[in-house]
């Protein structure tokens, strides 16, 4: 009987897992996650000057972020209605806007740390990892932040987007500029406009 | 007796509602943006604007400088303390029991030990503070978001939230105390709420509309990602997220 109950104890356990856990994990990309969090405070953290830490960051980000990938996801629905050459001035413009953006975020928050805690799949090539932030500023100990990792054709790893308390950066950039083409009058006539207010955001950089 | 029936009425309601929820929480489908108020939105954005820099911010700048840190959490948590009323009745109305029980505990043990709610000691017995209120109840009943407006003074909601707020103010037992000191405590409330708002939000604020071309929109998508993880309680629904698409005009694979 104490048998028959141990054995129902333990399918009620695994079914309660099984519920719970709401897709499988994704070891590639969380090993992927904490080394390149490990790598990136590696170099910010180092004895070069910091004209050198700052250039070796932004060629280590390059390779670890597919920034042509993002730069179509930025515009939305809009990434099919402009033309060859607006779509590569974007993805040049978005490309230093962003890295001058990560470069600042990660510079002001060296001498924290990141623990990669779990990773939940939104589909094979699309994978969310979970990281907590340790660091001495209370503001920011404890915090949640959230990566969406990319898995290449050939299987390689690439970050996609941050998240963190439930606000995704791609994702308001884009809203913003699809904001703006729409305004604008749409298709290539909005895209002009938003190249030239991203030309003069990258030159202010 | 007409009091208890209407009472117990009263509650059978809040729990079909709450089994309600319980059952249509699991459907609740993104609010997707929707903005067709956006030229008069835009017009009372700049309007906010101009208040935020004659008067908000500075009083917000004012109260970090004289005010230290631990001061300033210590009023946080008073007004957090505060709106146990309004989380509470959402708690249960979304069928949220396990995060009643905490709103509960946490009331108990922060009015008491915690010095009338400047202390927050629940926290470190592992009652984590969380907010509720009706907007958030409607979403999970399904009701959908309606157009975004932005309203002078009180800033970004929507259809819905207007009438989340309406019903949170009436519900509240702190908006019918018309004599001291409950209408002093609403008074202290109402200021401070927003002079801590306002604090918190200096340097984010700050940095997004350094960032943005479009301070608006950007703001707009923040409160819809905001409001997503809220209703959610900060679970993470990741399938309203839009897809990433592999392969496309952009897209060279490279890795």
């Known amino acids: 009987m104490a048998h028959f109950a141990q054995i129902i104890r333990t399918i009620s356990v695994l079914f309660i897992i099984a519920i719970a856990s709401p897709a499988a994990a994704d070891e590639g990309a969380e090993t992927f996650i904490q080394s390149l969090s490990s790598d990136a405070f590696n170099i910010i953290n180092g004895d070069a000057p910091e004209a050198e830490r700052r250039e070796n960051l932004r060629s280590f980000l390059s390779s670890n972020i597919n920034f042509r990938r993002v730069s179509g996801f930025a515009l939305g629905q809009y990434g099919r209605q402009i033309t060859p050459d607006q779509r590569e001035e974007f993805i040049t413009l978005f490309t230093s806007y962003s890295l001058g953006l990560y470069e600042e975020q990660l510079f002001r928050y060296a001498g924290q740390t990141m623990t990669v805690t779990k990773s939940v799949d939104r589909s094979a090539r699309d994978v969310i990892v979970y990281t907590t932030v340790s660091s001495k500023d209370p503001q920011l100990d404890g915090l949640e932040v959230m990566w969406r990792v990319a898995k290449g054709k050939n299987g390689g790893y690439s970050v996609f987007d941050v998240g963190a308390e439930g606000v995704w950066l791609v994702i308001a950039k884009r809203d913003e500029y699809t904001s703006i083409i729409a305004n604008n009058g749409g298709g290539e006539r909005g895209m002009a406009k938003l190249l030239e207010d991203l030309r003069a955001q990258v030159a202010a950089l | ?255």
Request: aromatic share 10%; hydrophobic share 40%; net charge negative.
């Open chain 2, 1 to 255: 007796m007409i009091w208890r029936n209407a009472a117990r009425k009263r509650l059978t309601t809040m729990i079909v509602a709450g089994a309600a929820a319980g059952l249509v929480g699991a459907a609740h489908a993104a609010d997707e943006p929707s903005d067709p108020f956006e030229p008069a939105n835009r017009v009372f954005f700049g309007f906010n604007n101009v208040v935020d820099r004659v008067v908000l911010k500075p009083a917000a700048r004012a109260y970090r400088f004289i005010t230290p840190s631990p001061v300033r959490t210590g009023v946080r948590n008073f007004l957090g303390n505060l709106g146990t009323p309004v989380t509470l009745t959402n708690d249960v109305l979304q069928g949220e029991w396990a995060r009643a029980g905490t709103t509960v505990s946490r009331f108990g043990i922060n009015t008491t030990i915690g010095f009338f709610g400047f202390l927050d000691p629940a926290e470190r017995m592992g009652y984590e503070p969380h907010s509720e209120d009706f907007n958030q109840t409607l979403a999970t009943y399904g009701v959908p978001a309606g157009p975004y407006l932005y309203l002078p003074f009180l800033g970004p909601t929507t259809a819905r939230g207007v009438v989340g707020r309406g019903v949170d103010t009436v519900s509240d037992p702190l908006t019918w105390l018309n004599h001291p000191p409950g209408d002093t405590v609403r008074g202290v409330q109402t200021g401070t709420g927003v002079l801590t708002g306002r604090e918190a939000l200096l340097d984010p604020l700050d940095q997004l509309e350094r960032e943005s071309i479009d301070f608006y929109a950007s703001v707009r998508s923040l409160y819809y990602q905001t409001l997503e993880s809220q209703i959610a309680n900060g679970a993470n629904d990741f399938d309203n997220l839009p897809d990433i698409e592999f392969g496309d005009d952009f897209d060279d694979e490279d890795f």
